[in-house]
């Protein structure tokens, strides 16, 4: 039993759909969440300086004695998560291997898509996944680098939306696929539209609910649930507040109270 | 005369469509690029992050000896042209000015567009040095958030720009404007979607040949162009240097030689 928070960090605003899923599952956890809104996006950026910033938030959030850490970006989860997990002593997921299992689960014909930023597409880290889980799997990968900025502008039930989904997603259901992990945070907000380009026959997997699952058991597995707690909420982003606070408002099914304004440039040392 | 190097800086690549216009202006001029490709892009993000990079990317510039700087970058130009003028004593640039200049004398009736960045069209930058320029000028500015992902994705001559480009225009080209400035340096990429979608009826300014041309006119001013020189081309990065490059050699009439990484979090002070 252990009511310290849980730490969360995304890139910017797409790690929030991690959060919501966390809220709904493990109600009584208290969440330090932070989003790097000063250097969003990580998925078009190197798997050097996605990982360096990895370390600078793990470095902070530590500094707020979380008991353990989700990694709540597949970009930073697919090249930063054993970088991460290797330098501290305290529980650390990411969100590729929850919905890795689960697409496995789902499967009939053993072939899966996989749509996410560039860089989790280039780290190969899916397919490196799901080949340890069942190597007769067969993978199919497409970076939809338009889908985070159209979320990002609102148009979320939108004809230009869905012809952008139709012409990325054309790209893999030639391969039979019947199951389709939305491999980056911000797909989920567009999810009735995928599912209507994929079709009935096809299953969409949602790493933030696998993931929010998984980490109830390794919180019961370690002894450091929370119990009897009034969860807190604590938000803190690299940059504007405002910005940050309106798009959490219209996602969390709580109240948005303390967002902070950190500067993490100075969070450094490697 | 001095062979000095012109200082360039943008978010990302877009500011290499402005180095494009330098190189045919001027020729014998060498030049120091910066593209902060880690923090990428600056359209989103506020005013004080963007002025705190600026600066950390001016004092850079200045450790290479450069005689002049061109803030290649609207959203850089419209937050922290003028901190960063008030910093030093060599000549700062910024591509609003320009542009701004040449939309007032190509317009006839005087309702002048401006497309660009969420963080420009917030800046109110444009309707400021326009308003200075000609008190009587209208200015009917639109954030088009999804241009630069757009051009980065490839999609240049798409069905799928052109219906973004058709929706965005729309909000402004009801207001009878007859001149439409591309304030964004990604935009001159999509400049034949733009015009189409615009009419005939409607002259387009591209800010980057407009700052090409005022730079000349500061070197001749104060005396520091190039002359009898070859000129030497440097680019530094702040992530990756092979994405930089192969996009580098598609738009530069030059060889793109020396690319190099730097870490601009080190660079820093303020």
Not at 91 to 97: A, H, M, T
Not at 116 to 139: C, D, F, H, M, W
Not at 160 to 177: F, P
Request: hydrophobic share 40%.
């Amino acid at each position: 039993m252990n009511n310290s928070p849980i730490g969360v960090f995304d890139s910017g605003v797409g790690g929030l759909t991690v959060v919501r899923e966390i809220i709904r599952e493990l109600p009584e956890e208290s969440i330090v969440y932070f989003g790097d809104t000063a250097r969003v996006p990580y998925g078009s950026k190197s798997r050097e300086t996605v990982t360096k910033y990895s370390r600078q938030i793990v470095r902070f959030l530590r500094s707020r004695e979380v008991k353990a850490i989700v990694i709540a970006c597949n970009t930073a989860s697919a090249y930063a998560l054993h970088e991460v997990a290797h330098d501290i002593d305290i529980p650390v997921i990411g969100v590729i291997e929850p919905g890795a299992k689960a697409a496995d689960k789902v499967t009939q014909n053993g072939r899966i898509g996989i749509i996410a930023t560039e860089g989790t597409v280039r780290s190969g880290t899916y397919e490196k996944v799901l080949k340890q889980i069942n190597p007769n799997l067969k993978v199919f990968l497409k970076a939809c680098p338009l889908f985070v900025p159209l979320v990002e502008e609102g148009w979320r039930y939108d004809s230009v939306t869905y012809e952008v989904a139709d012409r990325y997603l054309n790209d893999i259901m030639m391969y039979d696929i019947d199951t389709l992990v939305l491999g980056c945070t911000h797909y989920p907000l567009i999810r009735r539209i995928i599912q209507k380009v994929a079709g009935d026959g096809v299953t969409l997997v949602n790493p933030a609910y696998e993931t929010a699952k998984e980490l109830a058991g390794v919180l019961y597995d370690n002894g450091i649930m929370a119990e009897q707690s009034v969860p807190e909420y604590r938000f803190y982003v690299s940059d504007s507040v405002k910005k940050f606070s309106s798009f959490a408002e219209s996602i969390l099914p709580c109240d948005v109270g303390h967002v902070e304004r950190v500067n993490m440039e100075y969070n450094q040392g490697d």
